[in-house]
């Protein structure tokens, strides 16, 4: 209910007078801290920024690291994932095992995992392999 109030909360901040569409996301990180964030848009479309990594943001800026659930919360018929790149940011910090809420400004809607939606992740294993 914490990751809930959170994004619910801070989904009222966004800044989206182009789509009109508020996402808010909250995250726990593996000690129990969370941090949260909302999209911003941008006039120049593709330079806003996704909940998602404004709450991955706020957590590296306080010096944490390791995701253990993150809830996303918009308002829509259909359930909205973190997007892809997302999906990487969210990678960088979390486990296949990473819990994906889904919600809306009502009820949580859903329940995913990290891996169910991006499998075959990037992760810095790769890049040792390669060294």
């Known amino acids: ?18 789509s009109n569409f508020k996402v808010g996301a909250a995250l ?3 000690d129990g801290t969370v941090f949260s964030g909302c999209n911003v848009e941008n006039v120049a479309y593709p330079e ?5 990594a404004g ?3 706020a957590m ?5 690291g390791g995701i253990a659930e993150i ?4 308002d829509s018929e259909v359930p909205i994932t973190p997007c892809g790149g997302c999906r990487q940011k969210i990678a960088e910090f979390g486990t296949p095992d990473t819990l994906i809420i889904l919600a ?4 949580e809607v859903g329940r995913t995992t990290l891996g169910a939606l991006l499998p075959g992740a990037f992760v810095p294993a790769h890049l040792d392999a390669g060294a």
């Open 1 to 18: 209910m914490k990751l809930f109030t959170a994004a619910k909360t801070v989904r009222e901040n966004a800044h989206a007078p182009y």
């Open 104 to 107: 809306s400004p009502d009820a």
């Open 71 to 74: 809830l996303v919360m918009a």
């Open 28 to 30: 726990k990180t593996t």
């Open 60 to 64: 590296v800026a306080a010096g944490q």
């Open 55 to 57: 709450a991955i943001a």
């Open 48 to 52: 806003g920024t996704c909940a998602e």
